[in-house]
């Protein structure tokens, strides 16, 4: 279990958007992150790559 208090939020370009990497892989450049979004913010419209859009 995380103590989501004490996560090390990083800031990013966007205001009211935080991160937290909780996984990255140097090699294929994959990565677990968590996001926080203030009230009211959105994170922008976006893709996503690899693994995710693998179907069975």
């Not at 208090?5 to 990083?10: D, V």
């Not at 996001?35 to 996503?48: K, N, Q, S």
Request: a negative charge; charged letters at 25%; proline letters at 4%.
């Amino acid at each position: 279990m995380f103590d989501f208090s004490s996560i090390e939020w990083r800031t990013t370009r966007y205001e009211g958007i935080f991160l937290h990497v909780l996984r990255r892989d140097e090699q294929t450049g994959d990565s677990t992150v968590l996001i926080r979004m203030e009230p009211g913010c959105g994170y922008p419209a976006h893709t996503h790559n690899g693994i995710e859009l693998k179907k069975n």
